[in-house]
């Protein structure tokens, strides 16, 4: 017996090799119809070594209707696939949509746009300032009647679409010149590798490396800790030692393709040195950025990038003098390099808006994002924190979830007032557009580009289901801002691989990548 469609909707595309706009609008077309109708979508990734001829029928199967944006440059060498999906659909008598862009306006007027009982078109002028898009979105369908075709799908993605050229010329935020494009588009998709320069041996397998390159990410951020490259806290042969394995870390790296920021990372040694002798701190990040200014200069400016400090533990006031101070040091000994910063309390989204832009322009802003922290921290691994108590809490957090109640009588049970109250202060979620609206607030006030530099769920406590859910959620966000991103972390708590297998979590990057 033939199983039911489980999605109104499949998406043929190119993961994330879709970086044409005709990619990118697939993308937030299924993410707008996801917002419409949640769960509605599924997508199709069809490329030289996605797409076999089983999965593609199956997928298929899966839907009511395949809908076709054209042409997606990744497809150039693998035509037969999404042509292959479409001729299996009319073979499983699914609907067909169709969305056929143009790369001039079209000269079709409101009447050449005429519905038959086989074909209906559907025209679309561009908005003026629009770029020059999909004109003309055609729906092929084996319903007959007209009016049966407005009660299904395609109606939903024809308003969709609409409204997504509508306001394409509005989908990035116009940016000041500064940061040249490749490398926003270098640091759009990535993953911290933390530990590697704490231990070398801990380094990640280079397949595992390669695997996520290959899927579409670009950058590493590689976190120095602070604490390793400062005189104060370091011997100088404990600092050379350290720096060949920077050397050595961004050999590996720039070999396989990646782009790499250098996060300067702060410890504990230094973060009390900096409250307590702020001159002092300034002397040590001077003499450390001097240092790792020498390994960097033997590589391409517009691969390896340069960020100052990871989440300043001092007041707003004493990091923007210093920040300003310290930019203009390393800018003399990097003249053309990409410079990241971010603000105190964390780098979190409601405290750049008190954050002034600096005078540089070549300069990338960073935001750290684990909010709500009692779903992102729950299962701590230090059980003193009420967050250690708190595990299986779902996402999104609802006081009518039966797990959310649930969890909240064990809570009650256990005597655990605090991490109660850390439940209750979550419920209802804001949602991650609201946690993250200061920020592309912050981002339409000074037209500078942003990146989510670390963002991330621990694995020992939340649902798996919640955890992709929350990623999916995360990325997608960003990418409907036009911000890069950079998953916390490789292959620890937080990691997209597993630490034992060293092999990547398929789902995790399906939902980082959107092909979810």
């Given at each position: 017996?033939t199983?039911?469609?489980?999605?109104?909707?499949?998406?043929l595309?190119?993961?994330?090799?879709?970086?044409?706009?005709?990619?990118?609008?697939?993308?937030l077309?299924q993410?707008?119809?996801?917002?419409?109708?949640?769960?509605?979508?599924?997508?199709?990734?069809?490329?030289?070594?996605?797409?076999?001829?089983?999965?593609?029928?199956?997928?298929?199967?899966?839907?009511?209707?395949?809908?076709?944006?054209f042409?997606?440059?990744?497809?150039?060498?693998v035509?037969a696939?999404?042509?292959?999906a479409?001729?299996?659909a009319?073979l499983r008598?699914?609907?067909v949509?169709?969305?056929?862009?143009?790369?001039?306006?079209?000269?079709?007027?409101?009447?050449?746009?005429?519905?038959?009982?086989t074909?209906q078109?559907?025209?679309?002028?561009?908005?003026?300032?629009?770029?020059?898009?999909?004109?003309?979105?055609?729906h092929r369908?084996?319903?007959?009647?007209?009016?049966?075709?407005?009660?299904?799908?395609p109606?939903?993605?024809?308003?969709a679409?609409?409204?997504?050229?509508?306001?394409?010329?509005?989908?990035?935020?116009a940016?000041?010149?500064?940061?040249?494009?490749?490398?926003?588009?270098?640091?759009?998709?990535?993953?911290?590798?933390?530990?590697?320069?704490?231990?070398?041996?801990s380094?990640?397998?280079?397949?595992?490396?390669?695997?996520?390159?290959?899927?579409?990410l670009t950058?590493?951020?590689?976190?120095?800790?602070?604490?390793f490259?400062?005189?104060?806290?370091?011997?100088k042969?404990e600092?050379d030692?350290?720096?060949?394995?920077?050397d050595?870390?961004?050999?590996?790296?720039?070999?396989?393709?990646?782009?790499?920021?250098?996060?300067?990372?702060?410890?504990?040694?230094?973060?009390?040195?900096?409250?307590?002798?702020?001159?002092?701190?300034m002397?040590?990040m001077?003499?450390?950025?001097?240092?790792l200014?020498?390994?960097?200069?033997?590589?391409?400016?517009?691969?390896?990038?340069?960020?100052?400090?990871?989440?300043?533990?001092?007041d707003?006031a004493?990091?923007?003098?210093?920040?300003?101070?310290?930019?203009?040091?390393?800018?003399?000994?990097?003249p053309q390099?990409?410079?990241?910063?971010?603000?105190?309390?964390?780098?979190r989204?409601?405290?750049?808006?008190?954050?002034?832009?600096?005078d540089?322009?070549?300069?990338?802003?960073?935001?750290?994002?684990?909010?709500?922290?009692?779903?992102?921290?729950?299962?701590?691994?230090?059980?003193?924190?009420p967050?250690?108590?708190?595990?299986?809490?779902?996402?999104?957090?609802?006081?009518?979830d039966?797990?959310?109640q649930?969890?909240?009588?064990q809570?009650?049970?256990?005597?655990?007032?605090?991490?109660l109250a850390?439940?209750?202060?979550?419920?209802?979620?804001?949602?991650?557009?609201?946690?993250?609206e200061?920020?592309?607030?912050?981002?339409r006030q000074?037209?500078?580009?942003i990146?989510?530099?670390?963002?991330?769920?621990?694995?020992a406590?939340?649902?798996?289901?919640s955890?992709?859910?929350?990623?999916?959620?995360?990325t997608?966000?960003a990418?409907?801002?036009c911000?890069?991103?950079?998953?916390?972390?490789?292959?620890?708590?937080?990691?997209?691989?597993?630490?034992?297998?060293?092999?990547?979590?398929?789902?995790?990057?399906?939902a980082?990548l959107?092909t979810?």
């Open positions: 017996m199983e039911p469609p489980r999605y109104r909707a499949l998406f595309g190119a993961g994330p090799r879709m970086h044409c706009g005709v990619g990118q609008f697939t993308r077309l993410e707008t119809i996801d917002k419409l109708e949640p769960g509605a979508g599924a997508a199709l990734t069809l490329t030289q070594t996605d797409g076999r001829i089983g999965e593609i029928w199956r997928a298929v199967g899966s839907a009511d209707s395949v809908v076709c944006n042409p997606i440059v990744a497809w150039k060498r035509i696939r999404p042509l292959l479409l001729l299996f009319r008598r699914r609907n949509i169709l969305i056929q862009h143009e790369w001039r306006r079209s000269q079709r007027t409101p009447a050449d746009c005429r519905q038959s009982a074909r078109a559907v025209c679309v002028s561009d908005a003026p300032a629009a770029p020059r898009s999909a004109s003309l979105l055609q369908s084996r319903v007959d009647h007209p009016m049966a075709r407005l009660s299904s799908i109606v939903i993605i024809i308003a679409a609409s409204i997504l050229l509508s306001v394409a010329a509005r989908a990035c935020p940016l000041i010149e500064g940061v040249p494009a490749d490398r926003i588009t270098a640091l759009s998709r990535g993953v911290n590798a933390d530990g590697w320069i704490v231990d070398p041996r380094a990640p397998p280079r397949g595992l490396l390669l695997e996520l390159r290959k899927a579409g950058h590493i951020r590689l976190p120095v800790p602070a604490d490259v400062m005189p104060r806290f370091a011997t042969a600092i030692s350290r720096l060949q394995t920077v050595a870390v961004l050999k590996t790296l720039l070999a396989l393709g990646y782009a790499v920021s250098i996060d300067l990372h702060s410890g504990q040694h230094f973060n009390a040195l900096h409250k307590d002798d702020p001159p002092g701190a002397a040590e001077k003499s450390a950025w001097t240092a200014a020498r390994v960097m200069q033997r590589y391409p400016s517009d691969r390896v990038f340069a960020e100052l400090l990871n989440e300043p533990e001092v707003a004493q990091w923007q003098g210093e920040v300003r101070e310290l930019a203009s040091f390393i800018r003399q000994l990097l390099t990409t410079l990241i910063t971010g603000p105190v309390n964390w780098q989204a409601d405290s750049l808006p008190g954050f002034a832009p600096l540089d322009p070549n300069v990338v802003y960073a935001i750290h994002f684990y909010d709500p922290m009692v779903f992102t921290h729950q299962a701590h691994w230090d059980r003193s924190e967050l250690h108590d708190v595990v299986g809490l779902p996402y999104p957090i609802r006081a009518d039966p797990k959310v649930q969890l909240r009588e809570l009650t049970a256990l005597d655990r007032p605090k991490a850390m439940v209750d202060r979550a419920i209802p979620d804001r949602g991650i557009d609201k946690w993250l200061p920020a592309a607030a912050w981002q000074y037209s500078r580009p990146i989510i530099n670390e963002f991330g769920v621990l694995k406590g939340a649902p798996r289901d955890r992709l859910r929350w990623l999916a959620g995360v997608a966000y990418r409907q801002q911000w890069g991103w950079t998953h916390w972390e490789l292959s620890q708590g937080f990691g997209l691989a597993d630490a034992v297998t060293g092999k990547a979590d398929r789902d995790v990057l399906r980082l959107g979810r």
